[in-house]
């Protein structure tokens, strides 16, 4: 299951509303880094399904909600729980970096 | 219990990649853990003019991808994975990534080099004012304040990057005059936009939640710059820390090849009957730039990696085939 995508429109309800919690990827595509964190988000999505919800956000398109959260970096990945922002890893994590975020917020 | 392979290949960038070619067309199935940093240090550029082969340039990223494929064509199995622990103690060379051991006779390393940070107290504005890619974080800094540092290709490219949204960009360089390649120093160089501060160095950074302000240090002394951007491109050092106590590295954490080290007084007899890629253990290949002490480009990391596919080779088959 690939992740889903988020966008300016849909921010509000989609992750800040869930009633679980979201891991946003902020990405560009010009953007190495992001390359090698698109898979691993991709086979997150899947591992996660029904726990947490996994999803990307195009800086480019979306820049509004990329500049209301202050992301001056990409890769910048953030784990949202009841609207609030819980976590943030700046540049590429790797995917044991991205599924310790995950592990925080399942228990 | 082991799963046991004909020739293991560490890192996945230019070295590794082509070292994987070269196995993979000599029918060795090269099992190769390239990290979950696979592409290594060209994934954090745009365009790269100087690989052969690609008259109107490649973007770094791209160049990575086609390498991978081209090994994979020919059979090599590639996976994103760090190794955790290696033990070449023995005839047969083992390597962990987590609980997985893979064991084989021949291993060759080609981790590359990371990022070299000033450690000022900059780690805790990474991406928020500081960053290490500026052609991916270039476009958050639209009419900003911007400083790069360094002296390379890397930061003439880093600071083309950001001159194309902002322009309040400013070269930091502590010695008096560059070591990036002349096309490069000249393209800045010649940009009225992009003043340089010559034999300076950034000596430490402050702000609340963001980098706000950085401090340099000349020769008349220093002073306080406010600065939204700080991009680092300050060279970098060889992932070696997962070799230590199993292959001699040099004083600078490098790791020591016949050829960049040589022992014996006669060189040549390296290049015509030895293993010039061996590093101290036997069967135990290097390649690129973390055993580059000096090129470092990805061409020659791309020629180191072949050359050790072939001594590889060797080693395990008494023959070259590409001869």
Redesign the interface.
């Known amino acids: 299951m690939a992740a889903v995508h988020f966008s300016d429109a849909d921010f509000e309800e989609k992750v800040l509303k869930s009633p679980l919690p979201v891991l946003v990827d902020f990405f560009?595509d010009?953007?190495?880094?992001?390359?090698?964190a698109a898979p691993?988000i991709d086979e997150l999505a899947g591992v996660y399904a029904g726990k947490v919800t996994i999803g990307k956000l195009n800086?480019?398109e979306n820049q509004q909600t990329?500049a209301g959260y202050?992301?001056?970096?990409?890769p910048?990945v953030i784990m949202f729980k009841g609207g609030k922002e819980a976590e943030?890893k700046?540049?590429?994590a790797?995917?044991?970096g991205y599924e310790e975020m995950i592990k925080k917020v399942t228990g | 219990m082991a799963e046991a392979r004909n020739v293991i290949v560490i890192g996945g960038a230019s070295a590794g990649y082509t070292a994987a070619i070269y196995l993979a067309r000599a029918t060795l199935s090269p099992l190769v853990l390239a990290g979950e940093n696979a592409g290594g240090q060209l994934m954090y550029t745009s365009e790269v003019e100087n690989f052969p082969g690609f008259s109107k340039g490649i973007k770094g990223p791209e160049l990575m991808a086609e390498m991978r494929a081209q090994a994979e064509r020919f059979g090599a199995e590639i996976q994103n994975v760090n190794v955790t622990k290696i033990d070449f103690s023995g005839e047969i060379k083992k390597v962990w990534v987590g609980e997985t051991e893979y064991s084989s006779r021949a291993v060759i390393l080609a981790l590359g080099a990371m990022g070299r940070m000033l450690l000022v107290g900059e780690e805790k504005f990474l991406g928020r004012g500081v960053s290490t890619c500026a052609v991916c974080d270039a476009a958050f800094f639209k009419d900003k304040t911007t400083f790069v540092v360094g002296g390379g290709d890397a930061a003439m490219e880093d600071a083309l990057a950001l001159v194309r949204f902002t322009n309040k960009v400013t070269l930091i360089h502590r010695k008096d005059e560059l070591r990036a390649s002349k096309i490069m120093q000249k393209r800045v160089l010649e940009d009225k936009k992009i003043p340089v501060l010559w034999g300076t160095e950034v000596i430490g950074v402050t702000g609340e939640n963001k980098l706000e302000k950085i401090r340099i240090k000349d020769k008349d002394g220093e002073k306080e710059l406010p600065a939204d951007g700080l991009f680092l491109a300050i060279g970098h050092i060889p992932a070696t820390d997962i070799l230590k106590g199993q292959v001699e590295l040099d004083n600078h954490e490098y790791l020591v090849t016949k050829m960049t080290a040589p022992r014996e007084t006669n060189n040549q007899a390296i290049w015509l009957n030895d293993y010039p890629t061996q590093t101290s253990v036997s069967g135990v290949f290097g390649a690129g730039d973390m055993v580059d002490i000096r090129y470092r480009q990805a061409i020659t990391a791309a020629g180191m990696g072949a050359m050790a596919a072939l001594d590889a080779e060797k080693f395990l088959t008494g023959t070259t085939s590409s001869y």
Request: charged share 15%.
């Open positions: 560009a010009w953007c190495g880094p992001c390359r090698l691993i800086v480019d990329a202050g992301v001056m970096s990409i910048t943030r700046v540049g590429f790797g995917k044991g």
